[in-house]
């Protein structure tokens, strides 16, 4: 069975960008849960999405978002990038709803902003 | 704050020995997972405890969970330079938000 996948693996953006990842889930998993990891914070919740709706939503601002496909693919979507944007996002898929049930993650996507 | 506090930060242990990592929260668990992260990688999943005095073992990882106390340890026997890594906690709580701990960053010496 193949694993979470993340694309792109590394990536390097200048501020003021805009930058789109994606996360293809596990075949069968609906839940597609993304965080954001740093040095300083740790790994910190960013957004859950269920059958293409947002159901959890950490403290994030607004330029963080997500959206999740018929096909329970999902992206997400930072806009005006700022050095502080820089971190390992990690996505992770689940069966169902994140409670109670294992998530399995993908390798991330390193983000660089200069 | 920090919901959930993992102690010790780090730790450096010669191959063979035994060690804890303990973990807890500051609001009623659901659910308490651990993972083990290599650096600049995914996270890999290694158990999720449910119950109150749920104890779970995996080869040479053992896992409790106490409700009371909201706190659960992860239990390494005979260490081995594979099981360098840095070991994350995570937790439901309630309002179905997934919280990390701190995470432990371990090293063992052959």
């Known amino acids: 069975k193949a694993g979470v996948t993340q694309t792109p693996r590394y990536l390097i953006k200048t501020r003021g960008q805009q930058v789109t990842l994606s996360c293809s889930p596990i075949?069968?998993?609906?839940?597609v849960s993304w965080y954001q990891q740093t040095p300083g914070q740790g790994l910190q919740f960013l957004f859950e999405?269920?059958?293409?709706?947002?159901?959890n939503k950490g403290n994030f601002p607004g330029r963080f978002s997500g959206r999740q496909f018929s096909n329970s693919r999902s992206e997400m979507n930072v806009s005006t990038l700022e050095l502080g944007d820089s971190a390992l996002y990690l996505c992770?898929?689940?069966?169902?709803?994140?409670?109670?049930?294992?998530?399995?993650f993908g390798p991330g996507t390193r983000l660089t902003v200069t | 704050s920090q919901e959930l506090e993992q102690s010790p930060q780090s730790l450096i242990v010669q191959e063979g020995k035994n060690l804890t990592i303990n973990c807890t929260s500051s609001?009623?668990?659901?659910?308490l997972y651990w993972y083990k992260q290599k650096y600049g990688e995914g996270l890999i999943f290694l158990m999720m405890l449910q119950k109150g005095g749920e104890e779970k073992s995996h080869e040479k990882i053992t896992a409790k969970l106490d409700e009371k106390k909201q706190q659960s340890s992860l239990h390494i026997t005979a260490s081995q330079p594979s099981h360098a890594g840095i070991y994350l906690c995570?937790?439901?709580?309630?309002?179905?938000?997934?919280?990390f701990g701190t995470g432990t960053s371990l090293t063992v010496i052959p």
């Open positions: 992770a898929s689940a069966k169902d709803r994140v409670a109670s049930y294992e998530q399995y």
């Open positions: 075949s069968g998993h609906r839940s």
């Open positions: 995570g937790a439901d709580t309630i309002g179905n938000q997934f919280y």
């Open positions: 999405y269920f059958s293409e709706t947002q159901r």
């Open positions: 609001k009623t668990l659901y659910g």
